[in-house]
């Protein structure tokens, strides 16, 4: 009896052994008091930062909200609009603790928890690029951690931020934007215009034409047949409540002096915005991002993860423009296999 006693107590240990976790190896997914720990002493507030940041109308104070902590792999989120605010990004909190990613809400100038100075002679690409490199001084981030990743108007300046500043990155996510205003505004006319109803078109150019973008019947028609197809394919009753704020919260002024009024192509100050023979100065890995149903290429987005040095694309075969949100999984598993490549060193 202790004999067998002996021996079913043995298998028992070697079973457990066997199947207890093994130690965590070096590049390991954070534990969780680490990836949790306080960064700052004194009173916590759940990450937030306030950025002073200088422009040339004076200082103004710029809100930023980190979540977890990742020494090797901090993730800077620009969103878009222009003029939209972080809140669309709160799907991340679903996916990027689990891989150990640490990440950070920006509220740009003029948008959401940042000041809002309300003069359009601010509501400008290279000093919104500035903006961004003084953000980046104040969260310490550096080429050993710094990864950028911009959402349409985000990404344009993720784009200008590169060219300018790619020494301070160690990767770069251009996510559902093209590098050329004027061949979104082509795209967007030759292609997504001519998917509607020509009644339904010829509706949205009337109002165009008159410049009533105010009219509730503008929106009425946009919704059903413009939105709910090329911005998030989602049941628009069943709109995420973190997207809905973001755009509900939009500031107007800066989406019109930047974009424009319509929907269909760029006629504000990005209306000649356009880097695509400056792409293949851009050698720091980047990830770009498309959707099968975007209102942006996803071929020329394609295009464009080859004109760079260190290029890969990702598509969203089921995603539109807002496909972190309806087609998450493969936003998320491309997104975060891309930081994981860059992190070991699998993608140079």
């Not at 534990?31 to 949790?36: C, D, E, I, P, Q």
């Not at 891989?99 to 100075?117: K, R, V, W």
């Not at 509501?123 to 003084?134: H, T």
């Not at 539109?320 to 598993?333: E, P, V």
Request: proline share 6%; with cysteine; glycine share 8%.
């Amino acid at each position: 009896m202790r004999t067998v006693t002996f021996f079913l107590l043995a298998l028992a240990v070697l079973c457990s052994a066997c199947l207890a976790p093994s130690a965590p190896k070096s590049g390991d997914i954070l534990s969780l008091k680490t990836y949790f720990t306080a960064t700052d002493t004194g009173v916590q507030n759940g990450g937030v930062k306030i950025i002073p940041v200088s422009t040339p109308k004076g200082t103004f104070n710029i809100w930023t909200k980190r979540f977890g902590n990742n020494p090797k792999i901090k993730l800077l989120l620009l969103q878009g609009g222009p003029g939209c605010t972080h809140e669309y990004w709160e799907c991340m909190e679903s996916f990027l603790p689990a891989e150990g990613i640490e990440f950070i809400y920006y509220d740009q100038l003029g948008t959401g928890f940042s000041d809002n100075p309300g003069d359009t002679a601010l509501w400008d690409l290279p000093r919104y690029v500035e903006e961004v490199e003084q953000v980046r001084q104040a969260l310490g981030l550096n080429n050993n951690n710094f990864y950028l990743l911009g959402h349409s108007w985000g990404g344009i300046l993720a784009m200008e931020y590169a060219l300018k500043y790619q020494d301070n990155l160690k990767g770069l996510i251009i996510s559902n934007m093209m590098a050329s205003g004027p061949e979104y505004g082509k795209y967007a006319d030759e292609v997504l215009a001519k998917q509607l109803d020509p009644r339904i078109l010829d509706s949205i150019r009337a109002i165009e034409a008159k410049g009533d973008f105010e009219n509730p019947k503008y929106m009425e028609l946009l919704l059903p047949n413009f939105y709910a197809v090329h911005i998030c394919r989602l049941p628009v009753e069943q709109w995420p409540a973190a997207m809905v704020r973001a755009f509900d919260s939009i500031n107007q002024s800066l989406y019109v002096t930047m974009q424009g009024p319509s929907e269909f192509g760029v006629s504000g100050k990005l209306e000649h915005w356009d880097v695509k023979s400056k792409l293949p100065a851009i050698r720091v890995p980047t990830l770009v991002v498309g959707a099968t149903h975007d209102t942006m290429d996803p071929e020329h987005m394609k295009w464009m993860s080859t004109a760079v040095q260190k290029g890969r694309f990702l598509l969203c075969p089921n995603g539109s423009h807002m496909c972190m949100w309806d087609d998450q999984k493969a936003y998320m598993n491309g997104l975060i296999s891309f930081i994981r490549d860059v992190d070991t060193g699998a993608m140079q």
